[in-house]
């Protein structure tokens, strides 16, 4: 009798679980212009988005203000995104990869070769990621920005 229950349960369960999925690819296929996130709207209107993931997009988390100045080196910009950059002297490290940990790294690596080659006293700001909507090789970019209050 327990085994004949369990078998019972065992494919209720299964039929529940593949009812439940077959449910979910039909509504992607009934509407497939359905966007994941309401922040891709705000990020850029009527022009194609230039980064179409990034670090907690998930979670609905805007890019930040600095991340595509320090991306394209725009250190005055960057300065203006913060009261605490404002009066820093700023460097940047970035690293890009095929994938988030390969960008990550290699951005970690250039801050310890720049530490190696005397970088001292400079604190981390923060550091994000991103991935370029229409690059192929290499399309997640890495940014780190290290700040240093100047006397």
Known sequence: ??????????????????????????????NPN????????NQQTN??????DWKYMGFGYKLPNWFEAALDENISKVKKSDSILSNSEIRIFKGQG???DQADSLAKEAYAQAKEEGL??????????ARIADVV??????????????E
């Open 120 to 129: 001292e006293g400079y604190k981390l700001y923060d550091y994000y990621w």
């Open 34 to 41: 359905v966007n994941v996130s309401s922040n891709k709207k």
């Open 1 to 30: 009798m327990k085994k004949a229950s369990f078998l019972i349960s065992s494919f209720l369960l299964i039929l529940f679980l593949t009812a439940c999925a077959s449910n979910k690819v039909e509504a992607d296929i009934a």
């Open 137 to 150: 090789e290499f399309p997640y970019k890495s940014v780190y920005i290290y700040y240093k209050d100047t």
């Open 98 to 100: 095929d994938n988030v």
């Open 47 to 52: 022009k194609k988005l230039r980064f179409d």
